[in-house]
C-alpha cells in the first residue's frame, strides 16, 4: 500500500511554544489530507479536513486558530498547533487520500507532550 | 446515540482461537465499511475495506456486512500473538475522500 510519514514522531515542547507537524504521502499525490487527534484507549476524533492549495474545513470544536494546517503541496500537509498548552497533548495523526487507489492511508502518528 | 457502537473490550482470548468483533452503527447511509488494526504507538492500518453487503475473506480475516440489521464483525482465524493489538471499525458515506467515522476500538489480547 501507499506510504504517509510524518514528522516528528515524538515532540516534547514548552508550554507556551509553537509546534509544527508534517504529513507527507511519499509515493502518491494528496489532494485531500485529513488531520485526527487521538487521546489514550479513545478513538480517533477528526479534526480538520485538508484540501490542497485552499482552506482547511475544520469540525466542530476545533479552534481554526490553534490548530493552523497548510496544504502547500501536493504531497505535504502540515499542522502547527499554536500556543500549545498541556492539555493539547495527544497523538496526532494525518491521512492522505489516494485518488487513484480510492483509499485513505494513515501515517504513523505523532505523540505531542506538553509540559 | 453515538453514529458507531464497538464494544472497548479488552479480550483476552487463548492463541488459535476463532476473534469475533462488531461495530453497530445508526446512520443508514454509510456505504464503505472497513476495518483497522492499530498498535500501541501506532497509526491505523487498513485490514479490509468492504462495500457491500456479505463477506469478505483476505487469510485469516472474514469481514462481514449486513446493512439491513447496521451490524459488521470482522473474524480472525486461529489467532496469533501477534495479532494483539487495537481493532477498530470505519465507515464512510461515500468515496474515499469523505471523512472516516470511527468506532471506539476493541482491545485484543491473543495469550500465547
Known amino acids: 500500500g501507499a506510504v504517509v510519514s510524518q514528522h516528528p514522531s515524538w515532540v516534547i515542547c514548552k508550554s507556551g511554544t509553537s509546534v509544527k507537524i508534517e504529513c507527507r504521502s511519499l509515493?502518491?499525490?494528496?489532494?485531500?489530507m485529513f488531520w485526527y487527534r487521538q487521546f489514550p484507549k479513545k478513538s480517533l476524533m477528526l479534526m480538520a479536513t485538508s484540501n490542497e492549495g485552499s482552506k482547511a474545513t475544520y469540525e466542530q470544536g476545533v479552534e481554526k486558530d490553534k490548530f493552523l494546517i497548510n496544504h502547500a503541496s501536493l504531497t505535504l500537509s502540515t499542522l502547527t498547533v499554536t500556543s500549545a498548552h498541556p492539555e493539547d497533548s495527544s497523538f496526532y495523526i494525518c491521512?492522505?487520500?489516494?485518488?487513484?487507489?480510492?483509499?485513505?492511508?494513515f501515517g504513523p502518528g505523532t505523540r505531542l507532550t506538553v509540559t | 446515540q453515538k453514529e458507531v457502537e464497538q464494544d472497548p473490550g479488552p479480550l483476552s482470548v487463548p492463541e488459535g482461537a476463532i476473534v469475533s468483533l462488531n461495530c453497530t452503527y445508526s446512520?443508514?447511509?454509510?456505504?464503505?465499511f472497513m476495518w483497522y488494526r492499530q498498535y500501541s504507538r501506532k497509526g491505523p492500518e487498513l485490514l479490509m475495506y468492504t462495500y457491500s453487503s456479505g463477506n469478505k475473506e483476505d487469510g485469516r480475516f472474514t469481514a462481514q456486512v449486513d446493512k439491513s440489521s447496521k451490524y459488521i464483525s470482522l473474524f480472525i482465524r486461529d489467532s496469533q500473538p501477534s495479532d494483539s493489538a487495537t481493532y477498530l471499525c470505519?465507515?464512510?458515506?461515500?468515496?474515499?475522500?469523505?471523512?472516516?467515522?470511527f468506532g471506539t476500538g476493541t482491545k485484543l489480547q491473543v495469550i500465547p
Open positions: 491521512s492522505a487520500y489516494d485518488r487513484g487507489q480510492y483509499e485513505q492511508y
Open positions: 470505519a465507515m464512510i458515506l461515500s468515496g474515499g475522500y469523505q471523512k472516516v467515522t
Open positions: 509515493d502518491f499525490q494528496a489532494t485531500t
Open positions: 446512520n443508514s447511509a454509510f456505504q464503505y
